[in-house]
């Protein structure tokens, strides 16, 4: 499916509507290659005990770049079967950015993948998912 812009505006919606993204403080838009690209402010409460953001923190940036992108291209539901995440350095509590990239939207299964900047640029992590469409669309 060639993603729609009224296809990414319900998937921003349904986005904002989860309470992880308060909970969280994210913030997530579709840029112009439908690639999802998620914010994550600095926020103390996702630190480890040595001061520095939580590797979860930084799997869910991924976790959420990946499927969002993938979702881009689907019209049903997807379900996560697999997520990978390679932290490569420390972030030094930097506000963080994650842009996902589409890999493969099959009929049975989809990857993507995902980049997590510092503020400065660094990259900090990668990942990848693996999806399976369901037949739940979105709205229902």
Do not use: C
């Not at 060639?2 to 990414?8: E, Y």
């Amino acid at each position: 499916m060639i993603p729609t812009a009224d296809h990414l505006a319900n998937l921003e919606a349904l986005f904002r509507s989860a309470p992880i993204a308060t909970a969280m403080g994210m913030s997530f838009s579709y840029d112009d290659e439908h690639r999802a690209v998620f914010d994550l402010p600095r926020n103390p409460d996702f630190d480890h005990a040595m001061g520095d953001v939580h590797g979860g923190a930084i799997a869910t940036l991924i976790d959420n770049a990946a499927w969002f992108t993938a979702a881009a291209h689907y019209e049903t539901w997807l379900v996560t079967v697999e997520l990978t995440i390679r932290l490569l350095e420390p972030p030094a509590q930097p506000h963080l950015t994650a842009i996902g990239r589409l890999e493969k939207a099959g009929k049975r299964i989809a990857v993507a993948s995902a980049e997590v900047f510092s503020t400065d640029g660094r990259l900090v992590a990668i990942g990848t998912g693996t999806f399976t469409p369901t037949g739940r669309r979105y709205d229902a």
